[in-house]
């Protein structure tokens, strides 16, 4: 049967390159005799480290565990000493340092005693599956690196498909393509467990019409089962999820949504094969394929890399790199990111190094100005306007960026590809993304502080009020005591009042003054008049600085609090 | 090992703004050698001297705003303005007038605001509608077909004639020239003749006047070749002859005495140059793909207008400007939906 195809709008057929790489079966790295596990390896929070400096680990054995709902564990990749928790680069475009676990290696290779139950797949419960696949530290191998049990969840939606991804649709990777040909078995029974976890309808396994044989191991390999195996014409980013749906099924993920929203799981295919090896064989992750490629390398290939192993350490083994080397990139020529250096572990998203030669990639040319010519739209996956969305970024228009979609962009780079101007559009809109994101963290600082402040005047302000309140009872209850005595006061300042008034207490040297008298008399009124207005002008300048600096100690403290904070 | 550390992607396709420019200029070659066949050398003479105009001013222009000249002089914008504009003016034309229309193009149209990319109008309309105003009698001189005149002018004689306005001895100004089909008619009509009247003329042998038509054709099949590689998308030039053809097709049939019909309109004067080289321009049209349409329908619908019932004879470049002023408009209006948004 020829199932329907659909097409994404857009996408672009950049040259492939994979071929490089396919000539020879994958084959194991060999043992480095350090490994650097990060801590961080995957879309989410953190994991904590469960060993200490001193401790042996055998391979297979968890020793940094989840934190958090999107997590997953990080195993030994090999027997040995850790000998240190410390602060190492790990691949990220900014050569960032991040806690690793380092393990000196023993040599011996040895597994953790295989403690995994005996009971078959099928009579496990859903969530005790998604559980050992979550200890098993399985994230997405595509790429993306998202902990693979939340995809298991089908979080009370009826799965109606569930899609393996086998498309790999970036230049020079292969490290899919390799395991599709060699490991299809593994393949295959992952993707039952898988369909049972999420009680899935039917299986579609997708593979890009550029890799004849992994379709034709993968299709013998399910012949019985029932899934569909299915070839999708080469287009690039086809292996992007949302993208690889609308062509099965011609639905479209909701912006912001996930796919299980809709009813439609994907997952990669070397997925599945880890899936396999942590529920049917006990063994937990800490390996996975990768492809060392471009024309850096004397000899491209793919090695089944345990985590941790230094990139130096691979490319070594393929023949070292050539002088002419300008970049090694990990992932693709389209999304992945050059390095800064090469002294970095392989982890479990690392799904290629490229060591590309200045002939490998594009040289760098003029960029011209933008001639509008839309090429850019055309090519969208998504259906952006990214000629739009560049200008926006420039002016530092940001709202309207966003109102433009900017976050929907999923990077692919097919704009930058085709535009004739040489722009670097994706460049511009990680910008836009990376302010936007800063502005958003200072206003919500912005808004913790104002709401400490609000707190803080009505604190202030009650107790102004209770103090008020207490000020005025203790009054009321002074008054209440003392009636009589005030009464004989008052009796006799009315009696002195009544005497001074019978007197006339006017001063008699004023009465019948001379007209020069009199107008002495008036200017001493009026100096004095003068006198006492500037002093109580003075007066109520003095309030108003004291007032102030007051007021600019407290924000002050505030400040020093938020940082400390 | 110092390692290059740029951003993704790391790939680029072949496509350069100079590919895009040249590609159009190819696209122009049949047009403009079916054009001098049918009307002698001076189409070849206005174009050079087009092309030597624009590439020095836009090289001194880009020396006054302290650009890097070769890469901008280099980039084939200018050669495409000048292409266009040696073709939209009467060949024979003196040098002058050449010169001035094409120096004010690049200067005025073009980098005064900002150069490549940033021109809000055609610069070659915008060159165009200048001389058209400035210089009417010498915008309206246009030859006679060779098959029609008796008089022909070899290469120094069109020369002589163009810079020095020197005609041989026995060749009089009026046995080369002869008003343009769509002058003839708009003259014509004013007379109260009728298109039938009118067409009896011997230069309206054919569809759209005799040699015209195969001016139009040669030009359209270098705008299907430009779609063929993707150069410029359907849209403008199908919205803009589809409205030039709907519209005096309604005429038409109303009044054909007092209007001409669809397939004169569209394969007379400059309908099909305009509607593949011109309204395609991408940096002062729409950019959107619904955005194009509605562009492209705005200049069929003006052009024939300006030319039924304006002032000129053939309005292409009225029309074109005109719409490039609503482009933004369009644009803003015009947003596709985007993936995952539900549609629209």
């Known amino acids: ?93 900014s050569g960032f340092s991040a806690t690793c676990i380092v393990i000196e290696t023993d040599g011996e290779d040895r597994w953790i005693e295989n403690t995994s139950e005996t009971t078959p797949y099928t009579e496990m419960p859903a969530s005790h599956l998604r559980n050992l696949i979550r200890t098993s530290g399985i994230v997405g191998l595509g790429g993306a690196g998202f902990p693979s049990y939340i995809k298991l969840n089908p979080a009370g939606v009826e799965i109606d498909t569930l899609i393996l991804n086998g498309v790999e649709c970036e230049p020079y990777i292969s490290c899919d393509d390799m395991l599709m040909r060699e490991r299809p078995e593994q393949i295959i029974a992952g993707v039952k467990i898988m369909r049972h976890a999420l009680q899935a309808k039917r299986v579609l396994i997708a593979i890009e019409d550029n890799k004849p044989e992994a379709y034709a191991a993968l299709a013998k390999a399910c012949a019985t089962e029932g899934f569909e195996v299915i070839q999708v014409p080469t287009l690039y980013p086809q292996g992007g999820e949302k993208q690889l749906i609308k062509v099965l099924t011609n639905k479209e993920v909701p912006s912001n949504g996930l796919p299980v929203q809709i009813g439609i799981v994907v997952h990669n295919v070397a997925t599945a094969a880890a899936v396999h090896n942590a529920i049917n064989l006990g063994k937990t992750l800490v390996s996975r394929v990768v492809t060392i490629t471009g024309d850096g390398v004397a000899e491209p290939c793919n090695l089944d890399v345990p985590f941790g192993t230094p990139m130096q350490h691979l490319l070594d083994q393929c023949g070292g790199l050539r002088d002419d080397v300008d970049r090694i990139i990990m992932g693709g020529p389209m999304m992945g990111f050059a390095m800064h250096s090469i002294d970095i572990p392989v982890v479990k998203t690392t799904n290629c190094i490229l060591a590309a030669t200045k002939a490998n990639v594009t040289p760098p040319s003029d960029i011209m100005p933008c001639i509008r010519c839309g090429a850019c739209a055309d090519v969208c996956p998504v259906e952006l306007l990214p000629q739009q969305l560049q200008w926006f970024a420039r002016a530092k228009e940001f709202d309207r960026a966003q109102e433009y979609n900017l976050f929907d962009c999923i990077e692919c780079g097919c704009c930058s590809y085709v535009c004739p101007s040489n722009i670097p559009l994706v460049h511009f809109y990680r910008y836009a993304k990376t302010e936007i994101w800063a502005q958003e963290r200072e206003k919500e600082k912005a808004d913790q502080a104002r709401l400490r402040h609000e707190f803080r005047q009505s604190r202030i302000e009650r107790e102004a009020a209770e103090k008020a309140a207490r000020l005025a009872k203790k009054k009321a209850a002074a008054q209440g005591g003392g009636n009589a005595k005030q009464a004989a006061i008052q009796a006799a300042m009315a009696r002195a009042k009544a005497k001074k008034t019978a007197q006339g207490n006017a001063p008699k040297n004023t009465d019948n003054l001379s007209e020069s008298q009199q107008q002495q008399v008036n200017k001493a009124d009026e100096m004095r008049a003068k006198a006492q207005q500037i002093a109580a002008d003075r007066r109520a300048q003095a309030q108003t600085a004291m007032v102030n600096k007051t007021v600019k100690a407290n924000s002050d403290n505030h400040t020093a609090k938020d940082e400390k904070e | 090992m110092l390692l290059n550390t740029p951003s993704s992607p790391h790939f680029h396709g072949p496509s350069t703004v100079t590919k895009v420019m040249l590609k159009v200029a190819y696209a122009l070659i049949p047009g403009m050698l079916i054009y001098s066949w049918l009307f002698g050398w001076g189409v070849i003479i206005n174009v050079l001297l087009a092309i030597v105009t624009a590439l020095a001013t836009e090289a001194l222009m880009l020396r006054l705003r302290h650009r890097p000249v070769k890469i901008f002089l280099s980039d084939g914008s200018a050669l495409v303005t000048a292409l266009l504009l040696g073709l939209a003016l009467p060949p024979l034309a003196p040098w002058w007038l050449i010169f001035l229309g094409t120096a004010f193009a690049i200067i005025f149209a073009k980098h005064i605001y900002g150069g490549l990319g940033f021109n809000p109008f055609n610069p070659a309309m915008v060159g165009y509608v200048m001389l058209l105003i400035s210089f009417p009698l010498e915008m309206t001189n246009w030859p006679a077909p060779l098959s029609l005149s008796d008089a022909h002018l070899t290469l120094s004689q069109s020369l002589a004639y163009v810079f020095g306005g020197n005609l041989p001895s026995g060749i009089r100004l009026d046995a080369l020239t002869m008003a343009t089909p769509l002058d003839t008619l708009k003259t014509n009509l004013g007379l109260n003749q009728t298109i039938q009247e009118i067409t009896a003329s011997p230069i309206f042998g054919g569809i759209a006047g005799t040699g015209w038509q195969w001016l139009s054709i040669a030009f359209l099949a270098g705008g299907l070749w430009l779609i063929h590689k993707k150069i410029i998308s359907w849209h403008v030039p199908a919205a803009m002859l589809g409205s030039l053809a709907l519209i005096s097709l309604v005429f038409y049939i109303i009044d054909p005495a007092a209007y001409s019909s669809p397939l004169f309109h569209l394969f007379s004067g400059g309908a099909i140059l305009g509607a593949f080289f011109i309204a395609t321009d991408p940096v002062s049209g729409a950019t959107t793909a619904r955005g194009r349409i509605y562009f492209g329908i705005g200049v069929g619908l003006l052009t024939y207008v300006i030319r039924s019932w304006g002032g000129y004879p053939d309005a292409i470049a009225f029309a074109v400007l005109l719409m490039n002023m609503a482009a933004p408009t369009i644009d803003h209006y015009t947003r596709p939906p985007v993936f995952g948004h539900g549609g629209k």
């Open chain 1, 1 to 93: 049967m020829i199932r329907q195809l659909f097409k994404f709008k857009g996408g672009i057929h950049p040259p492939q390159h994979k071929d490089v790489s396919t000539k020879q079966p994958i084959r194991a790295a060999t043992l480095a005799k350090e490994l650097v596990l990060p801590l961080h390896q995957h879309i989410g929070e953190s994991t904590v480290p469960i060993v200490a400096v001193g401790d042996h680990v055998l391979k297979g054995q968890k020793i940094a565990r989840a934190k958090g709902y999107v997590c997953a564990s990080v195993h030994a990749s090999s027997s040995g000493t850790v000998i240190a928790i410390e602060e190492r680069p790990i691949p990220h475009p």
